[in-house]
């Protein structure tokens, strides 16, 4: 019995957990398109996924005052044509530019090649 209900409640904790992981994502993607910073980035790798469905792009865009060189990584289908050397739309908060998120990746495709 007592085993039971500590499975039950663990179930609930990450169940509760899962669910603020995403409201932060998406209180974080809210915040930036208010207060953000758009950015081009290139993209530099495409790297697949084990699964198969998906693939991450990673992009790099350098603070002109800075210096600084930043990677971005978005997930994007397997279906989307993404070559290297493309521009990608990134938000970026100003203060802390590892906050982020990549915005224009399913554009990539709708491009004129």
């Given at each position: 019995?007592?085993?039971?209900?500590?499975?039950?409640?663990?179930?609930?904790?990450?169940?509760?957990?899962?669910?603020?992981?995403?409201?932060?994502?998406?209180?974080?993607?809210?915040?930036?398109?208010?207060?953000?910073?758009?950015?081009?980035?290139?993209?530099?790798?495409?790297?697949?996924?084990?699964?198969?469905?998906?693939?991450?792009?990673?992009?790099?865009?350098t603070d002109p005052r800075t210096q600084t060189k930043y990677r971005f990584r978005s997930f994007v289908p397997t279906t989307m044509p993404v070559k290297l050397g493309e521009t990608v739309d990134v938000l970026i908060d100003p203060d802390q530019p590892e906050r982020c998120t990549v915005m224009s990746v399913a554009s990539i495709s709708m491009k004129k090649r």
């Open positions: 019995m007592w085993t039971t209900i500590i499975v039950i409640l663990l179930m609930i904790a990450f169940i509760g957990l899962g669910i603020g992981f995403f409201a932060r994502s998406i209180s974080n993607t809210r915040w930036l398109k208010q207060h953000g910073t758009r950015i081009i980035a290139r993209v530099t790798d495409s790297i697949f996924s084990s699964q198969g469905s998906t693939k991450t792009i990673i992009a790099e865009w």
